[in-house]
Protein backbone atom coordinates (compact mmCIF):
# COMPACT_ATOMS: atom_id res chain seq x y z
CA UNK A 1 0.00 0.00 0.00
CA UNK A 2 0.97 3.80 -0.64
CA UNK A 3 1.55 5.68 2.53
CA UNK A 4 -1.55 8.31 2.78
CA UNK A 5 1.16 10.94 3.49
CA UNK A 6 2.82 10.42 0.34
CA UNK A 7 -0.41 10.31 -2.00
CA UNK A 8 -1.24 13.30 -0.10
CA UNK A 9 2.00 14.99 -1.20
CA UNK A 10 2.13 13.85 -4.74
CA UNK A 11 -1.61 14.99 -5.03
CA UNK A 12 -0.55 18.77 -3.87
CA UNK A 13 2.75 18.43 -5.97
CA UNK A 14 0.72 17.58 -9.39
CA UNK A 15 -0.58 20.22 -11.70
CA UNK A 16 -4.35 18.14 -12.24
CA UNK A 17 -4.53 20.87 -15.62
CA UNK A 18 -1.19 19.79 -17.01
CA UNK A 19 -2.29 16.26 -16.62
CA UNK A 20 -5.84 16.76 -18.01
CA UNK A 21 -3.89 18.90 -20.54
CA UNK A 22 -2.41 15.51 -22.00
CA UNK A 23 -5.93 15.01 -23.08
CA UNK A 24 -8.16 17.80 -23.48
CA UNK A 25 -7.67 20.92 -25.24
CA UNK A 26 -8.47 23.36 -22.11
CA UNK A 27 -8.57 27.07 -22.57
CA UNK A 28 -8.18 29.29 -19.69
CA UNK A 29 -11.60 30.88 -18.08
CA UNK A 30 -10.92 33.18 -14.76
CA UNK A 31 -9.81 30.44 -12.35
CA UNK A 32 -10.69 27.76 -14.19
CA UNK A 33 -10.43 25.88 -17.34
CA UNK A 34 -12.65 24.17 -19.93
CA UNK A 35 -12.89 22.26 -22.54
CA UNK A 36 -14.83 19.36 -24.46
CA UNK A 37 -15.35 16.36 -22.30
CA UNK A 38 -13.30 13.33 -22.46
CA UNK A 39 -16.03 10.75 -21.79
CA UNK A 40 -18.77 12.05 -23.60
CA UNK A 41 -19.30 13.33 -27.08
CA UNK A 42 -20.03 17.25 -26.75
CA UNK A 43 -19.81 20.32 -28.85
CA UNK A 44 -19.94 23.09 -26.33
CA UNK A 45 -17.37 22.43 -23.90
CA UNK A 46 -18.95 21.48 -20.70
CA UNK A 47 -15.95 20.07 -19.02
CA UNK A 48 -14.48 22.36 -16.46
CA UNK A 49 -10.71 21.72 -14.67
CA UNK A 50 -9.73 23.98 -11.26
CA UNK A 51 -6.24 24.12 -10.84
CA UNK A 52 -7.05 25.83 -7.46
CA UNK A 53 -9.33 23.05 -5.75
CA UNK A 54 -7.83 20.22 -7.52
CA UNK A 55 -11.01 18.51 -9.17
CA UNK A 56 -12.12 18.24 -12.62
CA UNK A 57 -16.56 18.18 -13.09
CA UNK A 58 -18.41 17.87 -16.42
CA UNK A 59 -21.41 19.73 -16.34
CA UNK A 60 -22.70 17.17 -19.15
CA UNK A 61 -22.30 14.32 -18.36
CA UNK A 62 -21.71 14.60 -14.19
CA UNK A 63 -18.18 12.90 -14.64
CA UNK A 64 -15.85 14.22 -11.20
CA UNK A 65 -13.00 13.64 -9.61
CA UNK A 66 -9.26 14.69 -8.67
CA UNK A 67 -6.02 14.08 -10.82
CA UNK A 68 -5.87 10.36 -9.10
CA UNK A 69 -9.82 9.91 -10.80
CA UNK A 70 -9.06 11.45 -14.21
CA UNK A 71 -5.77 9.49 -14.69
CA UNK A 72 -7.70 6.19 -13.79
CA UNK A 73 -10.51 6.76 -16.05
CA UNK A 74 -8.73 7.72 -18.95
CA UNK A 75 -5.43 5.53 -18.92
CA UNK A 76 -7.57 2.31 -17.12
CA UNK A 77 -5.15 2.31 -14.08
CA UNK A 78 -5.33 1.63 -10.65
CA UNK A 79 -5.20 3.77 -7.90
CA UNK A 80 -1.96 2.68 -6.94
CA UNK A 81 -0.56 3.01 -10.33
CA UNK A 82 -2.23 6.27 -11.04
CA UNK A 83 -0.72 7.67 -8.19
CA UNK A 84 2.21 6.30 -9.64
CA UNK A 85 2.23 7.61 -12.50
CA UNK A 86 1.54 11.04 -11.48
CA UNK A 87 4.04 11.07 -9.08
CA UNK A 88 6.75 10.38 -11.81
CA UNK A 89 5.39 13.28 -14.29
CA UNK A 90 5.68 15.51 -11.18
CA UNK A 91 9.26 13.99 -9.86
CA UNK A 92 8.00 12.75 -6.58
CA UNK A 93 9.32 9.74 -4.77
CA UNK A 94 6.56 6.76 -3.75
CA UNK A 95 7.50 4.14 -1.84
CA UNK A 96 6.85 0.63 -3.38
CA UNK A 97 4.23 -1.33 -2.67
CA UNK A 98 4.92 -4.45 -0.18
CA UNK A 99 5.39 -7.67 -1.62
CA UNK A 100 1.80 -9.91 -2.10
CA UNK A 101 -0.18 -6.86 -2.68
CA UNK A 102 -2.70 -7.01 -5.94
CA UNK A 103 -1.95 -7.36 -9.19
CA UNK A 104 -2.02 -4.20 -11.45
CA UNK A 105 -1.12 -3.27 -14.85
CA UNK A 106 2.01 -1.16 -13.88
CA UNK A 107 3.97 -4.39 -14.70
CA UNK A 108 3.18 -4.65 -18.30
CA UNK A 109 4.10 -0.73 -18.74
CA UNK A 110 8.20 -2.15 -17.07
CA UNK A 111 8.46 -4.55 -19.40
CA UNK A 112 7.20 -2.17 -22.43
CA UNK A 113 9.43 0.29 -21.42
CA UNK A 114 12.46 -2.22 -21.39
CA UNK A 115 11.28 -3.34 -24.47
CA UNK A 116 11.42 0.05 -26.08
CA UNK A 117 15.08 0.42 -24.88
CA UNK A 118 16.22 -2.91 -25.95
CA UNK A 119 15.11 -2.43 -29.65
CA UNK A 120 16.54 1.06 -29.64
CA UNK A 121 19.60 -0.37 -28.57
CA UNK A 122 20.13 -2.96 -31.22
CA UNK A 123 19.00 -0.79 -34.03
CA UNK A 124 22.28 1.47 -33.50
CA UNK A 125 24.26 -1.62 -32.87
CA UNK A 126 25.77 -4.09 -35.12
CA UNK A 127 22.71 -6.30 -35.49
CA UNK A 128 20.77 -3.05 -36.46
CA UNK A 129 22.72 -2.24 -39.51
CA UNK A 130 20.23 -3.55 -41.99
CA UNK A 131 17.51 -1.58 -40.47
CA UNK A 132 19.34 1.77 -40.25
CA UNK A 133 20.12 1.41 -43.74
CA UNK A 134 16.16 0.80 -44.58
CA UNK A 135 15.35 3.70 -42.76
CA UNK A 136 17.38 6.22 -44.49
CA UNK A 137 16.20 4.54 -48.18
CA UNK A 138 13.09 6.20 -46.55
CA UNK A 139 14.38 9.33 -45.97
CA UNK A 140 14.40 9.24 -42.17
CA UNK A 141 16.47 11.45 -40.69
CA UNK A 142 18.35 10.06 -37.33
CA UNK A 143 16.55 12.81 -35.41
CA UNK A 144 13.28 11.75 -36.63
CA UNK A 145 13.93 7.58 -35.80
CA UNK A 146 14.93 9.14 -32.32
CA UNK A 147 11.85 10.64 -31.36
CA UNK A 148 9.54 8.37 -31.94
CA UNK A 149 11.95 5.66 -31.00
CA UNK A 150 11.71 3.26 -33.44
CA UNK A 151 14.17 0.05 -32.96
CA UNK A 152 15.40 -3.25 -34.40
CA UNK A 153 14.16 -7.20 -33.23
CA UNK A 154 17.35 -9.08 -33.30
CA UNK A 155 16.08 -12.48 -35.21
CA UNK A 156 17.31 -15.05 -32.35
CA UNK A 157 14.13 -16.33 -31.21
CA UNK A 158 14.69 -15.74 -27.63
CA UNK A 159 16.64 -12.58 -27.34
CA UNK A 160 14.25 -10.00 -25.62
CA UNK A 161 12.98 -12.60 -23.12
CA UNK A 162 16.43 -12.98 -21.82
CA UNK A 163 17.36 -9.22 -21.72
CA UNK A 164 13.68 -8.90 -19.83
CA UNK A 165 14.87 -11.84 -17.55
CA UNK A 166 18.64 -10.08 -16.92
CA UNK A 167 16.68 -7.09 -15.75
CA UNK A 168 15.04 -8.75 -13.35
CA UNK A 169 11.52 -8.44 -14.88
CA UNK A 170 8.89 -11.28 -14.92
CA UNK A 171 8.54 -13.57 -18.03
CA UNK A 172 4.91 -14.01 -17.57
CA UNK A 173 4.44 -9.82 -17.65
CA UNK A 174 6.03 -9.80 -20.95
CA UNK A 175 3.63 -12.88 -22.12
CA UNK A 176 0.49 -11.06 -20.75
CA UNK A 177 1.53 -7.97 -22.61
CA UNK A 178 2.21 -9.73 -25.96
CA UNK A 179 6.01 -9.48 -26.46
CA UNK A 180 6.57 -12.78 -25.15
CA UNK A 181 4.72 -16.57 -26.78
CA UNK A 182 5.33 -20.00 -25.36
CA UNK A 183 5.89 -22.38 -27.50
CA UNK A 184 3.23 -25.29 -27.65
CA UNK A 185 5.30 -28.04 -28.98
CA UNK A 186 4.79 -30.91 -26.70
CA UNK A 187 8.77 -31.27 -25.94
CA UNK A 188 9.07 -27.27 -25.51
CA UNK A 189 8.67 -27.98 -21.50
CA UNK A 190 7.11 -24.39 -21.40
CA UNK A 191 9.94 -22.44 -22.73
CA UNK A 192 9.40 -19.31 -24.23
CA UNK A 193 9.90 -17.54 -27.50
CA UNK A 194 10.06 -13.44 -28.70
CA UNK A 195 6.75 -12.39 -30.80
CA UNK A 196 9.04 -9.80 -32.46
CA UNK A 197 11.58 -11.25 -34.85
CA UNK A 198 13.54 -9.52 -37.59
CA UNK A 199 11.21 -6.46 -37.30
CA UNK A 200 11.78 -2.65 -37.19
CA UNK A 201 9.96 -1.73 -34.53
CA UNK A 202 7.46 0.81 -33.60
CA UNK A 203 6.30 2.02 -30.52
CA UNK A 204 2.82 2.33 -29.89
CA UNK A 205 2.04 4.63 -27.30
CA UNK A 206 -0.93 6.45 -25.57
CA UNK A 207 -1.72 9.87 -24.98
CA UNK A 208 1.01 10.50 -22.07
CA UNK A 209 3.83 8.78 -24.05
CA UNK A 210 3.89 5.78 -21.91
CA UNK A 211 4.22 2.62 -24.68
CA UNK A 212 1.74 0.37 -24.66
CA UNK A 213 2.05 -1.60 -27.49
CA UNK A 214 4.51 -2.24 -30.42
CA UNK A 215 3.96 -2.77 -34.49
CA UNK A 216 6.62 -4.03 -36.48
CA UNK A 217 7.54 -4.46 -40.09
CA UNK A 218 9.77 -6.97 -41.65
CA UNK A 219 12.83 -5.85 -44.46
CA UNK A 220 12.25 -5.87 -47.94
CA UNK A 221 13.90 -8.00 -50.03
CA UNK A 222 14.21 -10.99 -47.18
CA UNK A 223 13.44 -14.28 -48.65
CA UNK A 224 10.92 -16.16 -46.54
CA UNK A 225 11.44 -20.09 -45.41
CA UNK A 226 7.46 -21.42 -45.18
CA UNK A 227 4.77 -19.48 -45.50
CA UNK A 228 5.21 -15.34 -46.17
CA UNK A 229 5.11 -13.73 -42.78
CA UNK A 230 2.44 -10.82 -42.30
CA UNK A 231 4.41 -7.24 -43.69
CA UNK A 232 2.90 -5.48 -40.39
CA UNK A 233 2.81 -7.39 -36.80
CA UNK A 234 0.81 -5.80 -34.17
CA UNK A 235 0.98 -6.52 -30.20
CA UNK A 236 -1.71 -8.54 -29.31
CA UNK A 237 -4.24 -6.33 -27.19
CA UNK A 238 -3.71 -6.69 -23.21
CA UNK A 239 -4.90 -5.02 -20.46
CA UNK A 240 -2.78 -1.68 -21.41
CA UNK A 241 -3.50 -2.07 -25.22
CA UNK A 242 -6.68 -2.17 -26.82
CA UNK A 243 -6.33 -1.99 -30.89
CA UNK A 244 -9.30 -0.02 -31.60
CA UNK A 245 -8.89 2.47 -28.99
CA UNK A 246 -5.17 3.87 -30.18
CA UNK A 247 -3.70 5.65 -31.81
CA UNK A 248 -0.06 5.64 -33.68
CA UNK A 249 1.63 8.85 -33.59
CA UNK A 250 -0.88 10.58 -31.16
CA UNK A 251 1.42 11.44 -28.01
CA UNK A 252 3.93 13.35 -30.30
CA UNK A 253 1.18 15.32 -32.44
CA UNK A 254 -0.48 16.99 -29.53
CA UNK A 255 1.48 19.87 -28.96
CA UNK A 256 1.07 20.20 -33.02
CA UNK A 257 -2.67 19.48 -33.01
CA UNK A 258 -2.94 22.70 -30.60
CA UNK A 259 -1.05 24.61 -32.30
CA UNK A 260 -2.27 23.34 -35.80
CA UNK A 261 -6.31 23.01 -34.31
CA UNK A 262 -6.50 20.23 -36.78
CA UNK A 263 -5.82 16.47 -36.93
CA UNK A 264 -4.52 14.87 -39.93
CA UNK A 265 -5.71 11.35 -40.07
CA UNK A 266 -2.96 8.41 -42.34
CA UNK A 267 -2.96 4.79 -42.62
CA UNK A 268 0.20 3.34 -41.01
CA UNK A 269 3.25 4.12 -39.63
CA UNK A 270 5.46 5.48 -42.00
CA UNK A 271 3.17 8.21 -43.29
CA UNK A 272 2.83 9.55 -39.61
CA UNK A 273 6.36 9.66 -39.53
CA UNK A 274 7.29 11.21 -43.39
CA UNK A 275 4.58 13.63 -42.26
CA UNK A 276 5.84 14.65 -38.95
CA UNK A 277 9.21 14.76 -40.98
CA UNK A 278 8.16 16.81 -43.61
CA UNK A 279 6.89 19.33 -40.65
CA UNK A 280 3.53 18.13 -40.72
CA UNK A 281 3.39 17.00 -37.25
CA UNK A 282 -0.62 17.09 -36.36
CA UNK A 283 -1.05 13.74 -37.66
CA UNK A 284 -1.95 10.14 -36.19
CA UNK A 285 -2.81 6.71 -37.84
CA UNK A 286 -5.16 3.58 -36.19
CA UNK A 287 -3.18 0.21 -36.11
CA UNK A 288 -3.94 -1.47 -38.89
CA UNK A 289 -7.79 -1.21 -38.93
CA UNK A 290 -10.94 0.82 -40.69
CA UNK A 291 -11.15 4.07 -37.74
CA UNK A 292 -13.22 3.06 -34.76
CA UNK A 293 -15.65 5.07 -32.85
CA UNK A 294 -13.40 5.11 -30.10
CA UNK A 295 -10.50 6.05 -32.04
CA UNK A 296 -12.46 8.84 -33.41
CA UNK A 297 -13.39 10.06 -29.68
CA UNK A 298 -10.25 9.96 -28.78
CA UNK A 299 -8.85 12.27 -31.53
CA UNK A 300 -12.07 14.50 -31.12
CA UNK A 301 -11.09 15.13 -27.73
CA UNK A 302 -7.77 17.50 -29.36
CA UNK A 303 -10.08 18.70 -32.35
CA UNK A 304 -12.89 18.79 -34.27
CA UNK A 305 -11.46 19.84 -37.36
CA UNK A 306 -10.27 16.10 -38.58
CA UNK A 307 -9.02 15.39 -42.35
CA UNK A 308 -8.37 12.02 -43.16
CA UNK A 309 -6.07 10.60 -46.27
CA UNK A 310 -7.40 8.52 -48.69
CA UNK A 311 -6.78 6.89 -52.13
CA UNK A 312 -8.09 8.88 -54.62
CA UNK A 313 -9.57 5.72 -56.55
CA UNK A 314 -12.98 4.33 -56.28
CA UNK A 315 -11.71 2.19 -53.53
CA UNK A 316 -10.35 4.94 -51.39
CA UNK A 317 -13.78 6.98 -52.13
CA UNK A 318 -15.73 4.18 -50.91
CA UNK A 319 -13.60 3.48 -47.46
CA UNK A 320 -14.12 7.29 -47.21
CA UNK A 321 -18.09 6.60 -47.59
CA UNK A 322 -17.75 4.30 -45.28
CA UNK A 323 -15.67 6.00 -42.17
CA UNK A 324 -18.66 8.52 -42.35
CA UNK A 325 -21.29 7.01 -40.18
CA UNK A 326 -18.40 6.64 -37.68
CA UNK A 327 -17.40 10.18 -37.31
CA UNK A 328 -20.94 11.10 -37.42
CA UNK A 329 -21.26 9.03 -34.16
CA UNK A 330 -18.19 10.43 -33.14
CA UNK A 331 -19.56 13.54 -33.24
CA UNK A 332 -17.27 14.60 -35.89
CA UNK A 333 -18.07 15.37 -39.79
CA UNK A 334 -14.83 15.40 -41.16
CA UNK A 335 -12.85 15.88 -44.34
CA UNK A 336 -11.60 13.86 -46.88
CA UNK A 337 -8.34 14.15 -48.69
CA UNK A 338 -8.39 12.03 -51.61
CA UNK A 339 -4.26 11.79 -53.26
CA UNK A 340 -3.35 10.74 -56.10
CA UNK A 341 -3.73 7.11 -57.24
CA UNK A 342 -1.20 4.91 -56.46
CA UNK A 343 0.35 7.19 -53.64
CA UNK A 344 0.43 7.10 -49.91
CA UNK A 345 0.98 9.97 -47.75
CA UNK A 346 4.69 8.91 -47.38
CA UNK A 347 4.90 8.61 -50.90
CA UNK A 348 3.45 11.49 -52.08
CA UNK A 349 4.99 14.12 -49.46
CA UNK A 350 8.61 12.37 -50.42
CA UNK A 351 8.07 13.05 -53.96
CA UNK A 352 5.91 16.22 -53.81
CA UNK A 353 6.96 18.06 -50.76
CA UNK A 354 5.11 19.98 -48.13
CA UNK A 355 3.32 22.56 -49.57
CA UNK A 356 2.02 19.86 -52.15
CA UNK A 357 0.21 17.46 -49.77
CA UNK A 358 -0.90 21.17 -47.83
CA UNK A 359 -2.87 21.85 -51.35
CA UNK A 360 -4.72 18.55 -50.96
CA UNK A 361 -5.50 18.88 -47.34
CA UNK A 362 -6.98 22.13 -48.24
CA UNK A 363 -9.17 21.09 -50.60
CA UNK A 364 -10.38 18.65 -48.94
CA UNK A 365 -14.25 17.57 -49.34
CA UNK A 366 -16.80 16.41 -46.78
CA UNK A 367 -17.37 13.23 -45.66
CA UNK A 368 -20.88 13.21 -46.14
CA UNK A 369 -20.65 13.83 -49.59
CA UNK A 370 -18.80 11.00 -50.33
CA UNK A 371 -20.98 9.02 -47.78
CA UNK A 372 -24.32 10.34 -49.57
CA UNK A 373 -22.73 10.27 -53.64
CA UNK A 374 -21.49 6.71 -52.43
CA UNK A 375 -25.11 5.62 -51.49
CA UNK A 376 -26.96 7.54 -54.39
CA UNK A 377 -24.40 6.62 -57.17
CA UNK A 378 -24.19 9.26 -60.18
CA UNK A 379 -26.84 8.07 -62.66
CA UNK A 380 -29.93 10.55 -61.20
CA UNK A 381 -31.93 8.32 -63.04
CA UNK A 382 -31.67 5.14 -60.90
CA UNK A 383 -34.71 5.93 -58.61
CA UNK A 384 -34.44 3.02 -56.29
CA UNK A 385 -30.81 3.65 -56.02
CA UNK A 386 -31.49 6.75 -54.58
CA UNK A 387 -34.53 5.46 -52.67
CA UNK A 388 -32.21 3.09 -50.88
CA UNK A 389 -29.85 5.88 -50.01
CA UNK A 390 -32.55 7.67 -48.60
CA UNK A 391 -33.68 5.12 -46.17
CA UNK A 392 -30.18 4.62 -45.40
CA UNK A 393 -29.34 8.37 -44.20
CA UNK A 394 -32.97 8.51 -42.82
CA UNK A 395 -31.65 5.19 -40.72
CA UNK A 396 -28.22 7.34 -39.49
CA UNK A 397 -30.48 10.39 -38.90
CA UNK A 398 -32.36 8.52 -36.26
CA UNK A 399 -28.83 7.62 -34.11
CA UNK A 400 -27.84 11.88 -34.52
CA UNK A 401 -28.80 12.89 -31.20
CA UNK A 402 -27.47 16.52 -31.66
CA UNK A 403 -30.00 18.67 -33.26
CA UNK A 404 -27.77 21.06 -35.30
CA UNK A 405 -26.40 17.89 -36.68
CA UNK A 406 -29.61 15.98 -37.56
CA UNK A 407 -30.63 19.26 -39.09
CA UNK A 408 -27.49 19.72 -41.41
CA UNK A 409 -27.42 15.81 -42.55
CA UNK A 410 -31.18 16.00 -43.54
CA UNK A 411 -30.66 19.36 -45.38
CA UNK A 412 -27.08 18.02 -46.88
CA UNK A 413 -29.08 14.84 -48.21
CA UNK A 414 -32.00 15.77 -49.40
CA UNK A 415 -30.34 18.03 -51.57
CA UNK A 416 -27.89 15.56 -52.79
CA UNK A 417 -30.46 12.87 -53.19
CA UNK A 418 -33.25 14.90 -54.49
CA UNK A 419 -35.85 14.33 -51.78
CA UNK A 420 -37.99 16.28 -50.28
CA UNK A 421 -36.53 17.43 -46.98
CA UNK A 422 -39.46 17.28 -44.91
CA UNK A 423 -39.74 13.48 -45.81
CA UNK A 424 -35.99 12.67 -45.07
CA UNK A 425 -37.16 14.67 -41.66
CA UNK A 426 -40.01 12.46 -41.13
CA UNK A 427 -38.40 9.07 -41.50
CA UNK A 428 -35.24 9.97 -39.77
CA UNK A 429 -36.90 11.08 -37.04
CA UNK A 430 -34.84 10.27 -33.58
CA UNK A 431 -36.60 8.03 -31.20
CA UNK A 432 -38.59 9.91 -28.29
CA UNK A 433 -37.14 9.23 -24.49
CA UNK A 434 -38.79 9.50 -22.19
CA UNK A 435 -38.49 13.02 -19.83
CA UNK A 436 -37.38 11.75 -16.34
CA UNK A 437 -39.79 12.70 -13.74
CA UNK A 438 -38.32 16.06 -11.52
CA UNK A 439 -37.31 14.78 -7.85
CA UNK A 440 -39.69 15.32 -5.53
CA UNK A 441 -39.40 18.50 -2.95
CA UNK A 442 -40.55 17.99 0.05
CA UNK A 443 -38.86 17.65 3.92
CA UNK A 444 -36.05 15.73 2.27
CA UNK A 445 -34.95 19.33 0.89
CA UNK A 446 -33.08 20.75 4.01
CA UNK A 447 -31.28 17.56 3.94
CA UNK A 448 -30.27 17.58 0.58
CA UNK A 449 -29.02 21.16 1.16
CA UNK A 450 -26.96 20.56 4.29
CA UNK A 451 -25.17 17.04 2.16
CA UNK A 452 -24.43 20.14 -0.81
CA UNK A 453 -22.88 22.54 1.80
CA UNK A 454 -21.00 19.63 3.49
CA UNK A 455 -19.61 18.64 0.30
CA UNK A 456 -18.63 22.57 -0.67
CA UNK A 457 -16.60 23.23 2.74
CA UNK A 458 -15.23 20.76 5.03
CA UNK A 459 -15.87 23.82 7.86
CA UNK A 460 -19.89 23.38 7.44
CA UNK A 461 -19.61 19.82 7.83
CA UNK A 462 -17.49 19.73 10.94
CA UNK A 463 -20.40 22.22 12.26
CA UNK A 464 -23.41 20.40 11.29
CA UNK A 465 -21.52 17.20 12.76
CA UNK A 466 -21.37 19.28 15.55
CA UNK A 467 -25.04 20.30 16.04
CA UNK A 468 -26.28 16.56 15.83
CA UNK A 469 -28.68 17.16 13.28
CA UNK A 470 -27.54 14.29 11.34
CA UNK A 471 -29.33 11.80 13.51
CA UNK A 472 -32.68 13.52 12.69
CA UNK A 473 -31.88 13.24 9.16
CA UNK A 474 -34.82 10.96 7.55
CA UNK A 475 -33.34 9.89 3.66
CA UNK A 476 -31.45 7.31 4.25
CA UNK A 477 -29.09 8.37 1.55
CA UNK A 478 -28.67 11.79 3.01
CA UNK A 479 -27.78 10.67 6.43
CA UNK A 480 -25.50 7.73 5.20
CA UNK A 481 -23.79 11.19 2.95
CA UNK A 482 -23.56 13.60 5.63
CA UNK A 483 -21.66 11.00 7.80
CA UNK A 484 -19.33 10.40 5.65
CA UNK A 485 -18.77 14.12 4.41
CA UNK A 486 -18.64 14.68 8.46
CA UNK A 487 -15.58 11.78 9.12
CA UNK A 488 -13.70 12.43 5.64
CA UNK A 489 -10.13 12.58 6.58
CA UNK A 490 -9.12 15.52 3.19
CA UNK A 491 -9.72 16.51 -0.35
CA UNK A 492 -9.23 13.14 -1.75
CA UNK A 493 -11.93 11.24 0.06
CA UNK A 494 -14.43 14.30 -0.49
CA UNK A 495 -13.71 14.12 -3.96
CA UNK A 496 -15.02 10.48 -4.01
CA UNK A 497 -18.02 10.90 -2.00
CA UNK A 498 -19.07 14.31 -4.55
CA UNK A 499 -18.72 11.60 -7.14
CA UNK A 500 -21.16 9.27 -5.33
CA UNK A 501 -23.62 11.91 -5.27
CA UNK A 502 -27.15 12.42 -7.32
CA UNK A 503 -25.87 14.27 -10.81
CA UNK A 504 -28.04 17.30 -10.23
CA UNK A 505 -26.42 17.85 -6.57
CA UNK A 506 -22.74 16.79 -8.08
CA UNK A 507 -23.27 20.13 -10.62
CA UNK A 508 -24.24 22.25 -7.67
CA UNK A 509 -20.75 21.47 -5.51
CA UNK A 510 -18.96 21.67 -8.31
CA UNK A 511 -20.24 25.05 -9.14
CA UNK A 512 -20.03 26.40 -5.55
CA UNK A 513 -16.61 24.83 -5.37
CA UNK A 514 -16.00 26.87 -8.59
CA UNK A 515 -16.76 30.12 -6.61
CA UNK A 516 -20.20 30.27 -8.42
CA UNK A 517 -22.32 29.53 -5.43
CA UNK A 518 -24.03 32.10 -2.81
CA UNK A 519 -22.11 34.91 -0.88
CA UNK A 520 -20.50 33.52 2.79
CA UNK A 521 -23.28 34.87 4.36
CA UNK A 522 -25.75 33.55 2.45
CA UNK A 523 -24.47 30.23 2.85
CA UNK A 524 -23.92 30.81 6.56
CA UNK A 525 -27.74 31.62 6.30
CA UNK A 526 -28.49 28.49 4.22
CA UNK A 527 -26.87 26.55 6.95
CA UNK A 528 -28.94 28.16 9.91
CA UNK A 529 -32.06 27.69 7.74
CA UNK A 530 -31.39 24.03 7.46
CA UNK A 531 -30.49 22.94 10.79
CA UNK A 532 -33.41 25.09 12.08
CA UNK A 533 -35.97 23.37 9.55
CA UNK A 534 -34.81 20.09 10.32
CA UNK A 535 -34.73 20.29 14.88
CA UNK A 536 -38.55 21.96 14.07
CA UNK A 537 -39.61 18.75 11.98
CA UNK A 538 -38.18 16.60 15.21
CA UNK A 539 -40.30 18.80 17.45
CA UNK A 540 -43.01 18.40 15.46
CA UNK A 541 -43.13 14.68 15.14
CA UNK A 542 -42.32 14.43 18.99
CA UNK A 543 -45.30 16.63 19.94
CA UNK A 544 -47.79 14.64 17.65
CA UNK A 545 -46.35 11.31 18.82
CA UNK A 546 -47.55 13.18 22.70
CA UNK A 547 -50.91 14.35 21.10
CA UNK A 548 -51.12 10.88 19.62
CA UNK A 549 -51.09 8.83 23.27
CA UNK A 550 -53.41 11.80 24.41
CA UNK A 551 -55.83 11.04 22.31
CA UNK A 552 -55.88 7.22 22.51
CA UNK A 553 -55.46 7.20 26.47
CA UNK A 554 -59.07 9.58 26.01
CA UNK A 555 -60.29 6.89 23.67
CA UNK A 556 -59.85 4.26 26.11
CA UNK A 557 -61.23 6.10 29.25
CA UNK A 558 -57.61 5.69 31.08
CA UNK A 559 -57.80 9.07 32.75
CA UNK A 560 -54.64 8.16 34.90
CA UNK A 561 -52.84 8.03 31.13
CA UNK A 562 -54.47 10.68 30.09
CA UNK A 563 -53.39 12.91 32.65
CA UNK A 564 -49.92 11.37 32.43
CA UNK A 565 -50.28 12.72 28.60
CA UNK A 566 -51.52 16.12 28.72
CA UNK A 567 -48.54 16.67 31.90
CA UNK A 568 -45.73 15.79 28.73
CA UNK A 569 -47.85 17.66 26.80
CA UNK A 570 -47.60 20.80 28.67
CA UNK A 571 -43.76 20.36 29.43
CA UNK A 572 -42.97 20.19 26.38
CA UNK A 573 -44.60 22.83 25.07
CA UNK A 574 -43.52 25.02 27.82
CA UNK A 575 -39.89 24.18 26.96
CA UNK A 576 -40.04 24.92 23.29
CA UNK A 577 -41.70 28.16 24.11
CA UNK A 578 -38.47 29.35 26.05
CA UNK A 579 -36.34 28.13 23.59
CA UNK A 580 -38.14 30.26 21.01
CA UNK A 581 -37.96 33.51 23.38
CA UNK A 582 -34.32 32.72 23.95
Known sequence: MIPDEAIRTVRERANIAEVVSDVVALRRRGRSATGL????????????????????????CGEH????????????????????????????????????GARTTEPLAQVNAAAATFFRTELAGSAGTRARAYLRERGLADETVARFGLGWA??????????????????????????????????????????????????????????????????????????????????????????????????????????????????????????SEAGIGEVVAPLGVALTVDQLRLV?????????????????RRAAARSFPSFLEAGLWGRAAFLPGGDD?????????????EGYLAAAEPLVDAFVLELAGTDREAVGRRADAAREVARLLKRVTSPYEHDLLARLAAERL??????????????????????????????????????????????????????DFQHPDWRRAAEALAAAGGDAERNALVCALPREMRDRVARRLLGEGEAVEEREQAVQDCIGSIHRRREAAARRQLTDELRAAAGRGDEAAADAAKQKLRAFDAEHTQKVST
Open 37 to 60: CPFHAEKTPSFTVSEERGFYHCFG
Open 65 to 100: GDVFAFVMKTQSLSFPEAVRRVAERFGVPVPEEVAG
Open 154 to 275: PGSGEALARHLRARGLRVEDAIVAGLILRRDRPDARGSVFDRFRERVMFPIADASGKVVAFGGRILPGRTPVGDPPPKYLNSAESPIFKKGHTLYGLAQARDAIRRAGRVIVVEGYLDVIAL
Open 300 to 316: RRFSEHVVACFDGDAAG
Open 345 to 357: PDSFVRREGRAAL
Open 418 to 471: GVREEMLRSEGAPEPTPTPAPAARGSAGAEAMLVELMADDPAIAARVAASGVIA
